[in-house]
Nanobody, 127 residues
């Protein structure tokens, strides 16, 4: 299984970025996908999740209304559209995948529960 993020970069505050995560060898339609982020010296922070249950999505309070997670099952990809970016959004963003689990809705924000991770993509928001 491989996950590969792309789309990070440098953007001014108030700007937008769209992150992509390409996956291989997953039963993608039945896999819950999520985005986490991490800054130096800190633990990975939950950002957004797209449950294997149809139409079920979760967002951290800090990004709700600004970020949108979507998936393309045909391309086996997940995306994170980030609008109205703030300096505090600066971090390395990671894509994560979880095997089908009926209890996913209870632990979607817990990074320890995810089985697979990408290598991360840097997002830098200048203030």
């Amino acid at each position: 299984v491989q996950l590969k993020e792309s789309g990070g970069g440098l953007v001014n505050a108030g700007g937008s970025l769209n992150l992509s995560c390409a996956t291989t060898e997953l039963n993608f339609k039945m896999t819950s996908m999520a985005w986490f982020r991490q800054t130096s010296g800190n633990e990975r922070e939950f950002v957004a999740a797209d449950s294997w249950r149809p139409t079920t999505k979760y967002y951290a309070a800090s990004v709700k209304g600004r970020f949108t997670i979507t998936r393309d099952n045909a391309k086996e990809m997940v995306f994170l559209q980030m609008n109205n970016l703030e300096h505090e959004d600066t971090a390395v963003y990671f894509c994560a995948a979880d095997q089908p689990n009926i209890n996913y809705d209870e632990y979607y924000a817990d990074s320890d529960q995810y089985n697979y991770w990408g290598q991360g993509t840097q997002v830098t928001v200048s203030s």
